[in-house]
């Protein structure tokens, strides 16, 4: 066949274009991120993403990873929906090539990735969402790694607190309708046995509930003392909404969800009455690492004065040790490869992070690396969560 | 034993149901159709209000009016773009042009408004007081007060003003109305203008208790609908009587039994009402000429 000048240069070029695609491409790592950047808890995806980005910008700034490759954030906005959580993990790993996903707030949407990482065999790192079978959960190989707290610890945690604090005999609890309500209805089931308290009863909202007065009413009518309350923004705020309501005024224990969003804002005068669960704190003495991060922050978002302004800032802390901790799990593998990278994951050298000092954060026994330990309790002040005293 | 505050939250919930139902039946007597953008036209309403009142710091006296004002514009919007041309050619395709417009609405505010709720601090309405050992929010007393005589003045424009019997005349023959010299094509517009002025209304109502967001609207469209459907959407007391109803007994729901049974039951009794009352309890038959 004889070619025509045009298509003889074009046979030429053509296998440039081919050679210099991967090139570009490989001189960049991919991490992905699945989390809520719209809806009740946008707030929650934004401060993941800040702690992210702060710490990808100071691996990049000491020379990248993988000798010399810079660090890239993907994000993908999950709506707070399993499905579209699913496709954009998906996407992130078969278009993007990502070498490991993030997730966000939602357990729901953590949870419906397990097949997903399983099968692809890329490597999840959890930085908020706290549902227990979201790590625990029977599979071999386990693709599913966690920077955050896990909800049988907290729900032991919760029941302790109210139990110590508030010399609670009967807590209630009032749940989300969703996967993450229920593994923290088994978590306290549990933590109330081992703990010799009887639950007053645990009841569920949804999460468009305009008020849920009527399952207040069975928790007061069982006796509660307490309410323990797991719930993201929106709907925890209702929740407060109705015990203001109600004009009852027992302590509420929350999980962390309502640091996720504007509860300050949402939930009405009895917002600050509200004890809830945090991996960090930003105020107080930090560490080296701690005001690193805290100065990094008031350079980037001109918003943030002080620490008060840092919201929703477990996401932040998180995100920050977890991106930290992937690097070196990316080093460690010397490859973008997920199988090699989950392995890497069981022999991290020793880090210094903002919540701790990581030695061997992970294993196959326990793919969470904090652990109750390294909880504090916190209450809002104006719109920061301020550690109790 | 169900609770007076379980009760008078049930009534103020249903009352926001009736009051969208009522947007519902009025496009539906004069022109056949319905505007299934209620719902977000009521979450627009919530956000005008929260731009207005607590964003650019507007007397109430002056954001309410304007927010009705958006609202009603909205309707004429809606029956001009996504209803008349379909009505034009016999389609029923405004049902599917009405929804997307919900949808376009709803996310041309998220990208305008914002990702996340926000409140509207009116502590003179949204802080409870307490009557009989139940605690009750002012607002929860305002909304049905506002549904029943919103419903009354209904009545008595059809029973007692030109306007409303030109309404009724075109309800019941289109074509005999317009003979008689009615300009149905306006009072179309109008019943647009009403049904979607109720729900910015309904919206400015609720927004104290369920916060402001984007898709704050969608499922209480959603039940707004169902409440028309079992009030029967031909009468206008039957539909607030069964959005009222219908908020009433979602709430007892909610108390007697886990809360997931509330839409199964909600929806449930819906279609058992409509098997054996297929025009909804306060419906009359319809009549088809052949």
């Not at chain 1, 699945?34 to 809806?39: D, E, K, P, R, T």
């Not at chain 2, 139940?134 to 007692?160: C, D, N, Q, R």
Request: hydrophobic letters at 45%; glycine letters at 10%.
């Amino acid at each position: 066949m004889k070619l025509t000048p045009t298509q003889y240069l074009g046979s030429l070029l053509l296998p440039l274009v081919f050679l210099s695609t991967p090139t570009s491409a490989q001189e960049q790592v991919k991490i992905g991120l699945v989390a809520a950047l719209s809806g009740d808890s946008a707030l929650s995806g934004e401060s993941i993403t800040r702690g992210m980005t702060v710490a990808i910008d100071e691996i990049n700034a000491k020379g990248g990873v993988l000798g010399g490759k810079k660090l890239v954030l993907v994000r993908r906005d999950d709506e707070s929906n399993p499905a579209k959580g699913q496709l954009a993990a998906r996407e992130l790993i078969e278009k993007e090539k990502v070498a490991v996903v993030f997730g966000g707030i939602d357990t729901p949407v953590s949870m419906s990735l397990i097949n997903v990482m399983s099968e692809l065999k890329t490597p999840y790192m959890g930085v908020w969402a706290a549902g227990t079978g979201i790590t625990n959960n029977n599979k071999n190989p386990n693709y599913m790694f966690r920077v955050s707290a896990v909800d049988e610890r907290v729900d032991a945690g919760m029941l302790k607190y109210a139990q110590d604090k508030f010399k609670s005999k009967r807590p209630g609890s009032m749940l989300v309708n969703n996967p993450w309500g229920d593994s923290n209805m088994k978590g306290l089931e549990k933590a109330a046995a081992a703990l010799n308290i009887t639950l007053a009863g645990q009841e569920k909202y949804n999460v468009n509930d305009i008020d849920t007065t009527a399952q207040l009413t069975r928790l007061k009518n069982a006796g509660a003392d307490s309410i323990i309350l797991v719930g993201n923004t929106g709907v925890a705020a209702q929740v407060m909404k109705s015990m203001e309501r109600m004009n009852w005024n027992v302590p509420v224990v929350s999980h962390w969800g309502i640091s996720g969003g504007r509860f300050d804002e949402l939930a009405g005068p009895r917002y600050k009455d509200v004890v809830f669960v945090q991996t960090y704190s930003f105020f107080g003495k930090q560490s080296p690492v701690g005001d690193k991060v805290i100065a990094e922050l008031k350079k980037r978002y001109p918003e943030i004065k002080g620490v008060n302004d840092i919201v929703a800032p477990v996401g932040t802390a998180n995100a920050y040790d977890a991106t930290m901790l992937t690097a070196l799990a990316i080093n460690k593998a010397g490859s973008t490869n997920g199988e090699k990278i989950r392995e890497a994951y069981y022999d991290l050298p020793e880090y210094k992070g903002l919540i701790k000092t990581y030695k061997k954060p992970f294993s196959a026994e326990s793919q969470d690396a904090l652990t109750d330990r390294d909880y504090i309790w916190v209450h809002f002040v104006g719109n920061a969560a301020v550690p109790v005293n | 034993m169900i609770s007076l505050d379980v009760l008078i939250a049930g009534l103020a919930t249903g009352s926001i149901y009736g009051l969208l139902a009522l947007g519902y039946h009025i496009t539906f007597v004069v022109s056949n159709t319905v505007n299934f953008s209620l719902g977000a036209t009521l979450m627009f309403g919530a956000v005008m209000f929260y731009e207005l009142h607590t964003r650019l710091g507007l007397d109430i006296f002056i954001a309410v009016p304007l927010v009705l004002l958006f609202s009603g514009l909205l309707g004429m919007i809606v029956e001009r773009f996504f209803v008349r041309p379909f009505c034009q050619n016999n389609s029923v395709s405004w049902l599917l042009s009405t929804i997307a417009f919900g949808i376009i609405l709803e996310n041309i505010v998220r990208f305008t408004f914002g990702q996340e709720p926000r409140s509207i601090p009116m502590p003179s309405i949204s802080e409870p007081i307490r009557l009989f050992n139940a605690g009750i929010y002012p607002i929860e007393f305002i909304i049905p007060a506002v549904g029943i005589s919103v419903a009354l003045m209904l009545w008595l424009l059809s029973k007692k003003t030109i306007v409303g019997r030109a309404l009724l005349a075109a309800a019941q023959n289109r074509d005999a109305a317009i003979l008689q010299g009615i300009n149905v094509k306006k009072l179309i517009i109008l019943a647009y203008v009403v049904s979607t002025a109720l729900a910015g209304l309904a919206g400015m109502l609720i927004a104290p208790k369920l916060n402001v967001s984007a898709g704050m609207g969608t499922l209480i469209g959603l039940k707004a609908f169902a409440a028309a459907i079992i009030g029967g959407i031909l009468s206008a007391p039957g539909c607030l009587v069964a959005g009222i109803g219908y908020g009433v007994f979602e709430s007892i729901v909610a108390a007697q039994l886990p809360s997931a049974f509330r839409e199964i039951l909600g929806f449930g009794l819906l279609i058992i009402i409509l098997i054996f009352k297929p025009n909804g309890l306060f419906g009359k038959k319809g009549v088809y000429k052949v």
